[in-house]
């Protein structure tokens, strides 16, 4: 079993340790390989299947699931369900997120197509910062995650920027809640001291095996932190550019980091990815948080 590194961890010591991981141990799925990617698994669907079983989930009218592959089963259901699914745009290139709209009458077979990378591109029209949406439940992937409810992204920092434009723009409230959906193997404990002010934190975390309820206390993203925003973020993100004008306008502090002296953070768009390093063995389980039977999963 493969112990992780004490003093000196990092957040890409944990990401390469776990897509090795999940290489090694076959339970990796497509597309592969996983590395640079929030990795799907082999069980994604059953970890999936949890969410209908979530109060949240079911009082819920508006569902942000985010676009990668182990997140499509969840996408399905909330199509299945009738709720509004909204699915973030690549990279944020052309907007915030889309609303995905299946066509009159859909079958089955076309609201899996719609759930798909196919169905975001084809049966999706784009929501306007001005269109006043309030988000009932965010869905995020991760590439690890704490049963106390700190999360580590694949290091690009999509998944933080969109919550706090969320924020920024009145999407989600501070009681909005946050699930992430992984591998068993995806759970692990690593120090806090490695998560920063603009990382998100998730309330909920569903495994092929357990809902776990981390109870976690550590505030999510209050807003954009324009002192983490480069020039080069800003270029390549015209809905950020909108957030910015008018945060300005309405007079809060939106300095950018290189304005600031700041070096840039490892994990910022367009930050150079790492090679992957050797190790194949499990990282090791947390036992701390509350982790509830399937079957008592209602609350």
């Known amino acids: 079993m493969l112990v992780l590194p004490g003093a000196g961890v990092s957040k890409q010591d944990i990401r390469e340790q776990i897509w090795n991981y999940m290489e090694a141990q076959d339970v990796a799925d497509f597309p ?15 970890a999936a299947e949890h969410l209908p079983g979530m109060q949240e989930f079911t009082v819920a009218r508006t569902i942000k699931v985010n ?7 969840a996408r399905l259901l909330v199509l299945r369900s009738k709720k509004t699914l909204l699915v973030p745009t690549p990279r944020l290139r052309s907007g ?22 196919q169905g975001v591109r084809n049966f999706s029209c784009p929501v306007g910062l001005d269109s006043n949406i309030l988000v009932d439940l965010v869905v ?3 590439v690890a995650v704490s049963e106390k409810g700190w999360r580590i992204g694949k290091g690009e ?26 591998h068993d193997c995806q759970v692990l404990d690593f120090p806090e001291a490695l998560l920063e002010d603009h990382d998100l934190t998730v309330d909920y975390i569903l495994t ?41 306008r309405a007079g809060k ?15 910022t768009v367009g930050a150079p990815r790492h090679a992957p390093q050797s190790g194949t063995g499990a990282p090791q389980q947390s036992h701390a948080g509350q982790t509830r039977p399937v079957r008592h999963r209602r609350h």
């Open 32 to 46: 592969r390989p996983v590395h640079h990617r929030i990795p799907n698994f082999k069980g994604s669907p059953q």
């Open 157 to 182: 920092g999509y998944a933080d920027l969109e919550y706090a434009m969320m924020v920024s723009m009145g999407a989600v409230r501070a009681g909005t809640p946050v699930v992430t959906i992984v």
């Open 208 to 248: 092929p095996t357990r809902v776990i309820a981390t109870g976690c206390a550590r505030p999510k993203p209050a807003g954009i932190m324009w002192s983490k925003v480069s020039c080069e973020m800003l270029e390549k993100i015209p809905v950020l550019r909108s957030l910015r004008d008018r945060e300005q």
């Open 253 to 267: 502090d939106v300095t950018l980091r290189a304005a600031l002296g700041h070096p840039a953070p490892p994990h």
């Open 96 to 117: 915030l997120f889309n609303r995905i709209t299946p066509p009159p009458g859909a079958t089955s077979a076309d609201l899996r197509k719609c759930a798909s990378a």
């Open 140 to 142: 995020v992937g991760s």
């Open 67 to 73: 676009p990668d592959a182990p997140q499509s089963n």
